[in-house]
């Protein structure tokens, strides 16, 4: 429905990307380009380097070999064993957890508003007003004064969605946002989410939610080992995957879950 | 044995005036040493070995000596090595803040260390430098954190500044010795003397653990 909006020049660029943890080997030489439509949902085994990915992507981790470019910009590199994160490029993506990440001696409305104004030297009159705004759309608009130990998994997750967005970021990472959450609260927050995919925003999604990943994914990538197995439309992937190993991932997960 | 604690009743006055010493001792000790108690924390959690060194070598001493010596050190041998004359009340305000120092920068080590990695992860994905980091997100928990510990220790100062008695500082200890001693009427001066450190600790600790489940509550999230 959206791929007519879609933009195909390259939004990120990741080469030969190498990471270890000591002697395990996480990531070994992954090669992925995105485009600015592209709508992103990684699948794979646990274990399987999906976090990693994500958390290198947001800088959060060091890398030991490889290049990421963002918007043409070069972005993350390795220079004499040492990680380079360009800082600016990083401020355009934003990222949500598994875990509940609200600061919790701060109130929703403050949660959100400390970074445009500590970052951006926004006034606090003014974020506030951006802060309630996106509260309401979200329908958390009564919340606002509330402190995050009074929300539920879902609630908390929906501000930390928001409070990612109140930086007008040109990336979303959404690692397993749902998979702390009772089922109940699951769709009030793959709601919000189908809501910005609506609008575009490209995303990274690591999901184990296959009907989830099917509906807002342009493109679905298997990654397992430390390395791409598989890259294609969300049909194919899913429905009619090429290899072996992506075939009995689905096939276990779909018996999992639905 | 005939007890008769009318006379508790008539000393009421200079018990009062004991007790107001205690806690105005209690009080500046606590916001004194707390003060340097969180910058001996953050000290000990430098990456500067010679401030690591220094701030471990001063907690260990103050926690590893009585806090009896500390105070007629501080009574006895500092205004001979500064040559100046010190009131009481201020001998004993230096010697309890030293103490309490060493006491709450453990406090505030250890709640400093609780901040989870999850939290400072969050700050990085939101672009906070790292003195926002610090400012607006690790400090604020590690002290919402150390509260309740913080109260307890205050509580132990409360009790333990009776020690100041034995340098002759008038709190409510020497207050209640000296009117048992020349009334010849211990038992009920020294019963009522305990019950009043009691009568003010005791709501105290309650508080510590109401405290403690509300903060720890909040921080869950
Ligand atoms: N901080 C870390 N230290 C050591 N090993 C780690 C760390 N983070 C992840 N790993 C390891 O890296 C591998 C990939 O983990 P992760 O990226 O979380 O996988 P996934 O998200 O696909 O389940 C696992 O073997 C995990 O144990
Ligand atoms: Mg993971």
Redesign the pocket.
């Known amino acids: 429905m959206f791929d007519g909006a879609k933009d195909q020049t390259a939004l990120v660029r990741m080469d030969g990307l190498h990471k270890s ?1 000591g002697p ?1 080997r ?1 990531l070994q030489g992954l090669d992925i380009e995105m485009k600015r439509g592209d709508r992103v949902v990684v699948i ?1 085994p ?7 990915l994500l958390r290198v992507l947001m800088g959060l981790e060091n890398i030991n070999a490889g290049s990421i470019s963002f918007g043409g910009q070069p972005y993350i590199s390795v220079k004499d064993g040492k990680t380079v994160i360009d800082p600016k490029v990083r401020r355009s993506i934003g990222m949500v957890f598994q875990h509940y990440t609200l600061f919790p001696h701060l109130s929703v409305l403050q949660n959100l508003i400390l970074a445009p104004c500590k970052v951006n030297g926004e006034s606090a009159s003014g974020a506030k007003e951006r802060a309630r705004a996106l509260l309401t759309r979200f329908g958390l608009g009564a919340k606002a004064d509330a402190y995050p130990n009074q929300l539920s998994g879902g609630q908390k997750q929906r501000v930390a969605i928001a409070r990612a967005l109140m930086l007008d970021p040109k990336l979303m990472l959404f690692d397993e946002v749902t998979s702390a959450l009772d089922p109940e609260l699951v769709a009030e927050v793959e709601q919000v989410m189908l809501e910005l995919a609506a609008q575009d925003m490209p995303m990274v999604i690591v999901t184990h939610d296959m009907w989830f990943a099917r509906n807002i994914a342009s493109r679905v990538i298997f990654c397992a080992g430390g390395v791409v197995v598989e890259d294609g439309p969300p049909e194919q992937v899913l429905g009619s995957p090429i290899h072996e190993r992506t075939r009995e991932f689905i096939n276990r997960v779909f018996h999992i879950r639905t | 044995m005939e007890l008769d604690f009318s006379i508790v009743l008539r000393f009421a006055d200079a018990l009062a005036y004991g007790l107001w010493l205690t806690i105005r001792l209690t009080l500046i000790c606590i916001i004194t040493g707390g003060a340097l108690g969180f910058l001996l924390a953050l000290a000990r959690r430098s990456k500067n070995r010679l401030l690591r060194g220094a701030s471990t070598v001063y907690v260990e001493f103050f926690r590893g000596t009585p806090v009896l010596i500390q105070l007629f050190w501080i009574f006895f041998c500092l205004p001979i090595i500064l040559g100046v004359e010190l009131s009481s009340f201020v001998s004993g305000v230096i010697a309890l803040t030293l103490y309490t120092a060493a006491i709450t920068s453990e406090t505030f080590r250890s709640s400093l260390g609780t901040v989870s990695r999850e939290q400072i992860d969050a700050c990085v994905a939101l672009g906070l430098p790292a003195r926002v980091q610090v400012t607006s997100v690790v400090l604020p928990q590690a002290l919402l954190r150390a509260m309740p510990t913080l109260l307890s220790n205050t509580i132990s100062l409360f009790k333990e500044s009776s020690l100041v008695s034995a340098v002759g500082m008038a709190d409510l200890m020497f207050v209640g010795q000296n009117i048992s001693n020349n009334t010849a009427r211990p038992v009920e001066m020294l019963t009522a003397v305990a019950l009043i450190y009691f009568a003010v600790a005791f709501p105290l600790t309650r508080a510590v653990s109401v405290l403690e489940g509300r903060i720890l509550r909040k921080l869950a999230a």
């Not at chain 1, 646990?46 to 990693?52: D, F, N, P, V």
């Open positions: 943890f395990v996480v794979g646990s274990g399987g380097g999906k976090s990693t």
